[in-house]
Nanobody
Framework: QVQLVESGGGSVQAGGSLRLSCAAS????????MGWFRQAPGKEREFVAA????????DYADSVKGRFTISRDNGKNTIYLQMNSLKREDTAVYYC?????????????????WGQGTQVTVSS
């Protein structure tokens, strides 16, 4: 089992930045790929970004490409999501997820473990 805890959410004005963190604990010796997803009110949870165990493979949703950066520090069992140039439509609960395969995928069903989420609110 792997436990994931997100942090770093909050409220920010449009154009601002936030950095989310996701700390993993438990059976972290496996080579997990990790991802960020988000869910806005009344909408389905959607893919944001994902990173392979080595960091050599990264994928972004088109809506965040060029504004968000995913990274990881395996020594700290932590991944990050640097969010710049935030827009109102980025408002959502952001979830961290891990999958036991080291390969990057966009599908929610491909992930085995999920955090509780952290709220990001962007105001104009």
């Amino acid at each position: 089992q792997v436990q994931l805890v997100e942090s770093g959410g909050g409220s920010v004005q449009a154009g601002g930045s936030l950095r989310l963190s996701c700390a993993a604990s438990g059976r972290t010796s496996n080579s997990y790929a990790m991802g960020w997803f988000r869910q806005a009110p009344g909408k389905e949870r959607e893919f944001v970004a994902a990173i392979s165990w080595s960091g050599g493979s990264i994928d972004y949703a088109d809506s965040v490409k060029g504004r968000f950066t995913i990274s990881r520090d395996n020594g700290k069992n932590t991944i990050y999501l640097q969010m710049n140039s935030l827009k109102r439509e980025d408002t959502a609960v952001y979830y961290c997820a891990a999958r036991e395969s080291g390969l990057v995928v966009r599908s929610l069903v491909g992930y085995d473990y999920w955090g509780q989420g952290t709220q990001v609110t962007v105001s104009s």
